[in-house]
Nanobody, 130 residues
Framework: QVQLVESGGGLVQAGGSLRLSCAASGRTVSTYAMGWFRQAPGKVREFVAAISWSGRSTYYADSVKGRFTISRDNAKNTVYLQMNSLKPEDTAVYYC???????????????????????WGQGTQVTVSS
């Protein structure tokens, strides 16, 4: 089993930055595709970004493209989401997830849908004030 724990959320002013971390335990996720999702109050959970096991391929939602960067450190079994130029509409609980079916054999296309992911963290709150 894989356990994912997000950290790094908090309160930030519009235009500021935060870096979220997602630490995996239980087994290595170095061969899995990883993703970030978010859920705002009263809204459905939505895709934010995904990264292949190697880190060579990434994909972003249009709403965060150019502002957010997903990365990973497989030696640390950790995935990151660097969020710059934050907007109030970025306020949400952010979740990381792991897809064990996108691995070293079949890495692409990157998983963009909730149902494609097998493991989820508990989430970390990000609040952006105007």
């Amino acid at each position: 089993q894989v356990q994912l724990v997000e950290s790094g959320g908090g309160l930030v002013q519009a235009g500021g930055s935060l870096r979220l971390s997602c630490a995996a335990s239980g087994r290595t996720v170095s061969t899995y595709a990883m993703g970030w999702f978010r859920q705002a109050p009263g809204k459905v959970r939505e895709f934010v970004a995904a990264i292949s096991w190697s880190g060579r391929s990434t994909y972003y939602a249009d709403s965060v493209k150019g502002r957010f960067t997903i990365s990973r450190d497989n030696a640390k079994n950790t995935v990151y989401l660097q969020m710059n130029s934050l907007k109030p509409e970025d306020t949400a609980v952010y979740y990381c997830a792991a897809d064990r079916n996108r691995d070293t054999v079949v890495a692409l296309p990157l998983p963009l849908q909730i149902w494609e992911y097998d493991y989820w963290g508990q989430g970390t709150q990000v609040t952006v004030s105007s």
